[in-house]
């Protein structure tokens, strides 16, 4: 199908002259003058431009036609370029009576995030509004990244963050607050949840920082979405989100501007996992440009059941030998994953080790992951019918060391923050069960960072290695002396500030010597006006009584009602009575340390990534007019840039590798025109359902008139708004005549995906599997492929003639919609 939106209308008008060339994409050229193409968009909305055309012209200019509502009785009309000029003088009024405008101006421009696992920034411009795509940072926060970001910081209007992890989110509190950003943020719900969890983690971790750096971040300057949630922001521009998988709410963002689709999606993945469903790119067909990343390292999808066995298996072969198991994760993302799948098998197999998820904010991170099971897979939400999938039995979340040495003794498996062990849990724990050979590190993906976990990864046999260790100790002699002096004589100055504080209220008691109100029934209105009170009242002095109508003493803790919390404080209270334990001062020490690594080193691929495979295949399907890849390395990126250019040479397509801040003009040639449909057209308009869209064949013939209603100066005032020259010449598209319509070929419709037509052979009675990309039946008889030839879709089918082949043919042809 050519285009995206709600409304899709195959559009054939009558021009005079003579057809010089045809049309590649979904035209038909009729011997007539004729011609039949196909048109889409959102209904009540402006439509997508027409993605493939050849230059067409007649003794006139001929303009390319796009529809804007089903509803509206206003039309758009495009225009590609310049057509070819004859002698002939134009039978139509030309474009400059119609009155055209270019569409929108856009450009493009990494801040950061154009090589691989780099923090992600991109500028993107639309006309006068600037937008952030992401705003990340690395784990050591090296502010220098973010210098390109601080010389746009006062343009930025819009913020739109993709995934909560710290290289799409993990610089926005510091900008905000370090740099003035002033500007609307937008993401999912999850991802505004999830990154707030996030970054209280590593702002805890991390010295120097302030935690309220991430509550100004995460204000209501935040604007929280659903999927598929349509907002409008400045300049009309409207952006969309979609799910991405990878991470809990994390998105692929579809902005749309008149005639301009753009998509940035980057780190997704289109494969199901234990939580999460794929990446949905149902509505993403055909944009104008698609931003994405080229960090897919597989060139085939990692098996997820496989991938859980050897995850599974390595922790299994090492509780048994008596070792514990460190897995450094991050704090709010991926480790819902990997948490889930070990609460799986502990509770299938019964398994009493200790699993604990070590991290400051872990209660918090489990507590909203319950709250977000609409934005996860579908065998979630079966499952939370029951209970609730995270409310875990077997994980044991803790917050510090403390509560970690409280489970019980022995072998154990420790998810704890953060991934790259520059700091955190990860790194003090590696210190202390390296030298252990019985113990076990597993990574969830690879690192290519300059940290200590790719340090590791890169380690063979038994080394040492040497790192900055930071930790926190008791003061002790002196210095703890000195701490205690310093508090004393702080709380002496908020002593001295309390009684200045006293002496100030003391006016109050002036006041009410000057009139009091005890025993004076007898007061005036100036008398209460002198004393300070705006309106009289009448005086009550209330009268407590020590003792009840029989003259015993009244006891009110007798009359208190004592809630359920308080119950058990007291219960516990009366059992043990714990002493009050004074907070013990600390200091932050840094020592080098040398290990000797003895323990095994394994990395399980949990990333959650597509596949490279995947990847061509999406955007193969996608067919966007223009590529731009950023995130990855120069090889990835050189790579598929050759890949994508050759095998989308024969539809023009333009790909981009942009350079840090180097700005490209994205811009298209595009002109914009005005069209009216004619009511009675509109109303002959007979649609048909296509997988979300409604899709309707019309023949039409162009004309010219001026205004005719009452309504001519509102519509000239907003035309001279929209650039219009000449607003009276209003081209109409009407009905032809019954004698001139010659009829069409048949047409058909539709994007047929093997695992939903694995499901239809299913129910019919055909057993199939997907083996690489086949659609293949059990018995091995039948096999179908679906391929991509000179941007068009093909089935191809490879069986015997016979009952199967007309049966399964039958079925495929169910799925498609002629008209």
Not at 107 to 124: A, I, N
Not at 143 to 167: A, F, G, N, T
Not at 216 to 224: E, L, S, T, V
Not at 782 to 790: D, N, T
Request: aromatic fraction near 6%.
């Amino acid at each position: 199908m050519t285009g995206v939106g709600d409304l899709v209308v195959i559009f054939r008008y009558k021009l005079n002259g003579i057809l010089h060339s045809s049309w590649s994409c979904g035209l038909k050229l009729a011997a007539q003058g004729t011609i039949s193409f196909h048109i889409f968009g959102q209904s009540n909305r402006c439509l997508s431009t027409i993605t493939n055309r050849r230059t067409l012209c007649n003794n006139s200019r001929i303009h390319d036609l796009l529809v804007a509502s089903r509803t509206t009785p206003m039309w758009r009309m495009y225009k590609f370029g310049q057509s070819l000029k004859t002698s002939h003088k134009p039978s139509a009024p030309a474009d400059e009576q119609l009155g055209y405008r270019m569409t929108a101006i856009i450009k493009f421009t990494p801040l950061c995030g154009v090589k691989g696992h780099d923090p992600l920034s991109y500028l993107l411009e639309i006309d006068d509004t600037v937008i952030l795509l992401d705003c990340g940072w690395t784990p050591d926060m090296d502010e220098s990244l973010l210098e390109p970001i601080r010389e746009h910081v006062k343009r930025i209007q819009v913020v739109l963050v993709s995934h909560p992890d710290l290289r799409h989110i993990g610089a926005l509190p510091h900008v905000v607050n370090r740099m003035g950003l002033n500007a609307t943020i937008y993401g999912t719900i999850p991802v505004y949840k999830m990154g707030q969890m996030l970054m209280y983690d590593v702002y805890q971790c991390k010295e120097g920082l302030d935690l309220e750096d991430v509550d100004a971040a995460f204000d209501d300057r935040f604007r929280q979405l659903k999927y598929q949630e349509h907002v409008t922001i400045q300049g009309g521009i409207q952006i969309i989100p979609y799910r991405a998988g990878h991470t809990l709410g994390g998105t692929i963002w579809k902005i749309k501007k008149e005639t301009e689709d753009i998509v940035y999606a980057v780190q997704f993945n289109q494969k199901k996992e234990a939580h999460l469903s794929g990446a949905s790119f149902e509505h993403l067909q055909r944009p104008s440009m698609l931003i994405t990343d080229a960090t897919a390292r597989a060139n085939t999808a990692v098996n997820r059941k496989q991938r859980d066995i050897e995850f599974i298996s390595s922790i299994m072969d090492t509780i048994h030998n008596g070792g514990s198991v460190l897995i450094p994760t991050d704090s709010s993302a991926r480790v819902l994953e990997a948490a889930l799948v070990l609460e799986s098998h502990w509770t299938k197999e019964k398994l009493d080790h200790p699993v604990a998820l070590l991290s400051f904010m872990s209660n918090h991170v489990i507590t909203a992951a319950k709250s977000q099971l609409e934005f996860m897979s579908e065998e979630i939400l079966q499952e939370a019918e029951r209970h609730n999938p995270f409310a875990f039995k077997c994980v044991t979340t803790c917050n510090d060391l403390a509560q970690l040495e409280a489970l019980p003794k022995g072998p154990r498996v420790i998810l704890c923050s953060v991934p790259d062990m520059q700091y955190g849990f990860s790194r003090q724990l590696f210190a202390e069960m390296a030298e252990t050979p019985l113990n076990r590190v597993i990574f969830l993906g690879r690192e290519v960072t300059k940290s200590l976990a790719s340090r590791l990864q890169r380690t063979n046999g038994e080394k040492n290695i040497s790192f900055e260790l930071r930790k926190r100790v008791p003061l002790e002699g002196s210095e703890l002396e000195a701490y205690h002096i310093e508090k004393n004589e702080e709380e002496d100055r908020r002593r001295m500030a309390l009684n200045q504080r006293a002496e100030e209220d003391s006016d109050d008691e002036e006041e009410e010597k000057r009139v009091s109100f005890e025993d004076s029934y007898d007061m005036t209105r100036e008398q209460f006006a002198n004393a300070g009170f705006r309106h009289p009242m009448f005086p009550y002095k209330e009268v407590i009584s020590k003792y009840d109508d029989y003259g015993e003493p009244l006891q009110p803790d007798e009359f208190k009602i004592e809630d359920d919390e308080e119950k058990k404080e007291k219960k516990s209270s009366e059992s043990v009575i714990p002493e009050e334990q004074e907070e013990i001062p600390t200091k932050l020490v840094v020592e080098q340390v040398k290990v000797q690594i003895r323990c095994s080193i394994v990395s399980v691929d949990f990333e959650g990534i597509s596949d490279l495979r995947s990847v061509k295949a999406i955007v193969q399907q996608m067919l966007p007019r223009k590529l731009i890849l950023v995130d990855g390395t120069k090889e990835d990126k050189e790579a598929l840039a050759a890949y994508w250019q050759k095998s989308m040479k024969s539809t023009g397509k333009s790909i981009y590798v942009p350079q840090l801040r180097e700005s490209l003009d994205l811009t298209s040639d595009t002109k914009v025109f005005k069209i009216k449909l004619h009511d009675d057209l509109a109303d002959a308009l007979r649609f048909h359902s296509v997988q979300g869209y409604q899709v309707a064949y019309v023949e039409g013939t162009l004309q010219y008139r001026a205004e005719d209603d009452g309504d001519t100066q509102q519509r000239k005032r907003r035309a001279v708004s929209n650039g219009d020259a000449n607003p009276t010449a209003v081209p109409i598209l009407d009905i032809l005549p019954d004698d001139q319509r010659t009829g069409h070929s048949i047409v058909v419709l539709g994007d047929v995906k093997l695992p939903d037509l694995k499901e239809v052979l299913l129910k019919a009675g055909h057993r199939s599997e997907l083996q690489e990309g086949v659609l293949v039946t059990t018995d091995g008889g039948l096999s179908v492929q679906k391929r991509s030839v000179e941007g068009r879709s093909h089935i191809e089918m490879e069986t015997s003639i016979g009952a199967q082949y007309f049966a399964t043919r039958k079925l495929l042809n169910s799925q498609y919609t002629i008209v």
